[in-house]
């Protein structure tokens, strides 16, 4: 049985056109911004994070759109304040797709709307095979340098609550190479294992 946290299910029936864009995208976008700072200097310096991150986003969604412009079974929409793509696959199911931000540890911000918390909820199941499963597709933020990273895709449930997030490989996207995906692995907290055993050994294996 499909599940939308199964995340080789969900790249494998996605299948290989929206992430190939999504690669080519990302670098063309990446292009951009250096262009525009080697161009503007001081307007990027002057620019808060979040009008940089608009501007990415927009170049992302440029880049997409042309690069997908009459696939069959990818549409886009834009309807303020979002832009929405979406994967239509044969055997019915179908991706929704908003391009994202993936700061540390995957998180990606957006107006709190009734919309947002709705599309960010998981995926929307009525019957087998007709789901609707909402995904982020972007790249990863490095905030110290101020550039941009690898492609990424994630699956959430609830905007904060990541489920799984790969990195796509960013390496030559032009049908002929396959496409990689890159585990993210979550932030766990180190336990070092001889201190943990050394205090259970003083107080007996009890604990408090």
Sequence with gaps: MFSPRDQDAVLTELGSKFP??????TNSARNDLDALREWRPGWVLAMFQREVAGFIHSRIWDHLTTELDSV?????????????ATVSTPLGRSFKIRVKRHSEGDQISSYPTISDLEFWG???ISFEGLEQISLAAGYR???TLGQIGAPVLS?????????????????EADGL??????????DLPRIDLADALADESRTGGRSS
């Design 141 to 143: 933020w490095d905030s």
């Design 20 to 25: 190939a864009a999504l690669i080519t995208a």
């Design 177 to 186: 190479t396959p496409i990689t995906y890159t585990p993210i692995l979550p």
């Design 72 to 84: 069959d079974g990818i549409t886009f929409r834009t309807a303020e304040p979002h832009r929405e």
């Design 122 to 124: 998981g995926a929307s």
């Design 155 to 171: 699956y959430r449930e609830g905007k904060e609550n990541v489920i799984w997030a790969v990195e796509v490989d960013a390496g």
